[in-house]
């Protein structure tokens, strides 16, 4: 290893990666635009990318297709042994991939390597599912038939990713469609593409998936973004992003001229709950990293604090200064908590929440002018649920405090929202906490602990408008393979002539 670079001797850093893999060759984007991909921090242009268009998207599905029959008949151990080898050059490269999220998406260096982990735990994951994929014997009265049902690929899988975790929310769709036998083509948010796309092609490219097996389309959403939907090829479309996109992707795959099916992550609003017995210094701490990792762009992240008015006010003051206290700036530091906003829509649409939350009468306790792309972190207190400060998805470091008067008022808070991807509670009365947790209306509810902690495994799914699908092992296998159902008629059987006697008197035989 050279220590001076991250890299491994043997293996030099990735290059040419203005190119995208496209039906099986890497080469340019057909279409007119270009993506600029920009350093969020220091605003640098340091990669231009012709983008891809509806000829590509063509070629992409069509190769994809032809090229899955012979990916789809290989053995499970070949697919889990690239899996494997793809989590063995994940690790020879950490150090390049980590250089590349800090640089392309704004990670933090605590950020960059949290989502490493995550990435390189799908693919150890995706190498186990080829052996878990499994058939069915039914039972069946008729006397000398067998009924089988068969578990196959579902043959094309379409993947749309978000900036957010680029690479991990890639590769938590891609790696498992892959593993099971089918072939995917993925386009990554134009924020990210090379780390929500054309790098993680290289590592399985270098681990040995065929060509063909995975393209990646760079461009608009307004130039390929229905049409990869709606294509006829894909049967499955896994989809991570904001709820109103969500309901696009689901509509235009349910008005396809082949219906498809759709795997959805939506947006959330995490209340996180403090109950007057809590471990105050515990939810604290708890609190400011689960609101501030990666400047609060997650989705699964706390978006709103829900406190007990015993302990409200000390609350306030101390994660106020517990925040006041967080270094941000360069993300390439590694001290650096809060790093850069990934653009300047996402940056205005922060400050205009910011604004509402003044004027709405939020009592502001922390905060600062944005200093290029970066926004010091916010913090609110006296914000009631109804302000659109706490209703909306926030998806940046500002922090909204709420006061509940019991635990009733704080569940009733908590639930009341569109959204139910991730909630937390903290108390010291574990089992209390369990059954609040219980009657959180969210798919994944922590006691004494916040969501951001899961990320290293495969978290769980949301409720309401927080998407469809259940995000683990099995997961990935229900939604990328399809069932089909074989009988076999194993001893000579007589069929009426008469069809009026069919029916329960009829016993065949």
């Given at each position: 290893m050279d220590n001076t670079t991250g890299h491994s001797k043997e293996m030099p850093p990735y290059t040419d990666m203005e190119l995208q893999p496209i039906g099986g060759t890497w080469?340019?984007?057909?279409?007119?635009?270009?993506t600029q991909d920009l350093n969020p921090y220091t605003q640098e242009v340091f990669i231009e990318i012709p983008q891809a268009d509806r000829r590509d998207l063509e070629e992409a599905y069509i190769t994809a297709a032809e090229a899955q029959k012979k990916w789809g008949a290989r053995g499970p151990g070949e697919r889990a042994t690239i899996m494997q080898r793809a989590?063995?050059?994940?690790?020879?490269?950490?150090?390049?991939?980590?250089?590349?999220?800090?640089?392309?998406a704004g990670s933090t260096r605590i950020k960059a390597i949290l989502e490493w982990n995550t990435a390189h735990a799908v693919l150890l994951e995706a190498s186990a599912l080829p052996y878990q994929i499994e058939g069915r014997i039914v039972p069946v009265d008729i006397p000398g038939k067998e009924s089988r049902v068969y578990r196959k690929p579902v043959g094309v899988v379409g993947v749309i990713s978000p900036w957010n975790f680029p690479l991990q929310l890639s590769?938590?769709?891609?790696?498992?469609?892959?593993?099971?036998?089918?072939?995917?083509?993925?386009?990554?948010?134009?924020?990210?593409?090379?780390?929500?796309?054309?790098?993680?092609?290289?590592?399985?490219?270098?681990?040995?998936?065929?060509?063909?097996v995975v393209s990646v389309l760079i461009g608009s959403g307004s130039a390929i973004g229905d049409a990869f939907v709606s294509h006829a090829v894909p049967r499955v479309i896994s989809f991570t992003g904001s709820i109103p996109v969500g309901r696009q992707v689901a509509r235009l795959a349910a008005e396809a001229p082949i219906i498809k099916r759709v795997e959805l992550e939506l947006g959330g609003n995490c209340p996180f709950v403090v109950l007057e017995d809590a471990d105050l210094e515990n939810a604290v701490e708890a609190a400011v990293f689960g609101?501030?990792?990666?400047?609060?762009?997650?989705?699964?992240?706390?978006?709103?604090?829900?406190?007990?008015?015993?302990?409200?006010e000390q609350f306030v003051d101390n994660f106020a200064q517990s925040v006041r206290q967080l270094k941000i700036g360069d993300p390439d530091d590694p001290e650096t908590l809060i790093g850069p906003i990934i653009n300047h829509k996402q940056l205005r649409r922060l400050v205009e929440r910011i604004h509402n939350a003044r004027e709405?009468?939020?009592?502001?306790?922390?905060?600062?002018?944005?200093?290029?792309?970066v926004l010091p972190p916010h913090v609110f207190a006296d914000i009631t649920n109804e302000q659109q400060v706490a209703r909306e998805e926030l998806f940046g470091p500002v922090a909204p405090i709420i006061r509940a008067h019991d635990e009733e008022e704080a569940l009733r808070i908590a639930n009341d929202t569109s959204a139910g991807l991730s909630s937390c509670i903290f108390t010291r009365d574990i089992e209390r906490g369990t059954q609040l947790a219980l009657r959180f209306e969210a798919g994944m509810a922590h006691v004494n602990d916040q969501p951001v902690n899961d990320l290293p495994y495969n978290p769980f799914g949301g409720e309401k408008n927080s998407g469809i699908g259940r995000l683990n092992g099995r997961w990935a296998i229900d939604a990328f393979t399809t069932e089909q159902w074989v009988t076999i008629q194993h001893t000579p059987r007589r069929f009426p002539a008469d069809a009026r006697k069919m029916g329960g008197a009829w016993s065949g035989g």
């Amino acid at each position: 290893m050279d220590n001076t670079t991250g890299h491994s001797k043997e293996m030099p850093p990735y290059t040419d990666m203005e190119l995208q893999p496209i039906g099986g060759t890497w080469r340019q984007g057909r279409g007119k635009g270009v993506t600029q991909d920009l350093n969020p921090y220091t605003q640098e242009v340091f990669i231009e990318i012709p983008q891809a268009d509806r000829r590509d998207l063509e070629e992409a599905y069509i190769t994809a297709a032809e090229a899955q029959k012979k990916w789809g008949a290989r053995g499970p151990g070949e697919r889990a042994t690239i899996m494997q080898r793809a989590a063995r050059i994940m690790e020879l490269r950490q150090a390049e991939i980590v250089d590349w999220l800090i640089k392309e998406a704004g990670s933090t260096r605590i950020k960059a390597i949290l989502e490493w982990n995550t990435a390189h735990a799908v693919l150890l994951e995706a190498s186990a599912l080829p052996y878990q994929i499994e058939g069915r014997i039914v039972p069946v009265d008729i006397p000398g038939k067998e009924s089988r049902v068969y578990r196959k690929p579902v043959g094309v899988v379409g993947v749309i990713s978000p900036w957010n975790f680029p690479l991990q929310l890639s590769a938590r769709s891609v790696a498992p469609a892959l593993a099971v036998g089918n072939a995917v083509v993925l386009k990554p948010a134009s924020d990210t593409p090379v780390t929500g796309g054309l790098l993680l092609a290289r590592i399985l490219e270098e681990a040995g998936v065929p060509q063909g097996v995975v393209s990646v389309l760079i461009g608009s959403g307004s130039a390929i973004g229905d049409a990869f939907v709606s294509h006829a090829v894909p049967r499955v479309i896994s989809f991570t992003g904001s709820i109103p996109v969500g309901r696009q992707v689901a509509r235009l795959a349910a008005e396809a001229p082949i219906i498809k099916r759709v795997e959805l992550e939506l947006g959330g609003n995490c209340p996180f709950v403090v109950l007057e017995d809590a471990d105050l210094e515990n939810a604290v701490e708890a609190a400011v990293f689960g609101k501030f990792l990666h400047q609060g762009q997650i989705c699964m992240i706390t978006n709103r604090f829900i406190v007990q008015s015993g302990i409200y006010e000390q609350f306030v003051d101390n994660f106020a200064q517990s925040v006041r206290q967080l270094k941000i700036g360069d993300p390439d530091d590694p001290e650096t908590l809060i790093g850069p906003i990934i653009n300047h829509k996402q940056l205005r649409r922060l400050v205009e929440r910011i604004h509402n939350a003044r004027e709405a009468g939020g009592r502001q306790v922390v905060g600062g002018e944005p200093q290029g792309l970066v926004l010091p972190p916010h913090v609110f207190a006296d914000i009631t649920n109804e302000q659109q400060v706490a209703r909306e998805e926030l998806f940046g470091p500002v922090a909204p405090i709420i006061r509940a008067h019991d635990e009733e008022e704080a569940l009733r808070i908590a639930n009341d929202t569109s959204a139910g991807l991730s909630s937390c509670i903290f108390t010291r009365d574990i089992e209390r906490g369990t059954q609040l947790a219980l009657r959180f209306e969210a798919g994944m509810a922590h006691v004494n602990d916040q969501p951001v902690n899961d990320l290293p495994y495969n978290p769980f799914g949301g409720e309401k408008n927080s998407g469809i699908g259940r995000l683990n092992g099995r997961w990935a296998i229900d939604a990328f393979t399809t069932e089909q159902w074989v009988t076999i008629q194993h001893t000579p059987r007589r069929f009426p002539a008469d069809a009026r006697k069919m029916g329960g008197a009829w016993s065949g035989g």
